[in-house]
């Protein structure tokens, strides 16, 4: 009998460490990561919401994936939108001009999102990542010049 008491003790100190322990972790996380790109008079598409392909001018590029017309938004040369079974937006892929400024992303990136979870740099790839508890972000740079970010949902 005691033994079993000794037993509850420890397992209760151990859940109540472990509560103490999550609550902090998700009290240092960084800011909220943005869950949605603007389209201006085509309005937003949501991560975790409905594509719908009515309200934006996209082009369907396979089974789940769209690709939004040029002209129809500013600052990337190209979008595409990728969708779930259920027409969900589960993420989204912004294809940058090769003028853009890698490190000026990142800087700018850090201050609105606070400071990324990982940057890995290596020899024909560089991404930097932000995430949440429901969103990840990432900024990568190929050795080609090619530069792109991933908005991507990850609520199940």
């Known amino acids: 009998m005691r033994n079993i008491l000794i037993f509850v003790i420890v397992l209760i100190t151990f859940s109540a460490c472990s509560s103490a322990i999550k609550k902090k972790t998700v009290e240092n996380k960084s800011k909220n990561i943005f869950r949605y790109a603007n ?15 009515q309200n934006h001018p996209g082009v369907p590029i396979g ?24 027409n969900r937006v589960v993420s989204m892929r912004f294809v940058y001009a090769e003028d853009h400024n890698f490190e000026g992303k990142i800087k700018s990136y850090t201050e609105s999102l606070g400071k990324p979870i990982q940057h890995d740099t290596g020899k024909k790839v560089e991404k930097v990542i932000w995430q949440d508890e429901y969103t990840r972000f990432e900024l990568v740079r190929k050795s080609t010049d090619e530069m792109y970010s991933i908005l991507t949902d990850l609520k199940k």
Request: charged fraction near 35%; glycine fraction near 12%; proline fraction near 0%.
């Open 63 to 86: 089974k789940r994936a769209y690709k939004l017309r040029s002209g129809t938004y500013s600052g990337a040369e190209r979008i595409t939108i990728f969708v779930d079974d259920k």
């Open 39 to 53: 389209f201006g008079d085509y309005g937003k598409i949501v991560l975790g919401k409905q594509f719908e392909r």
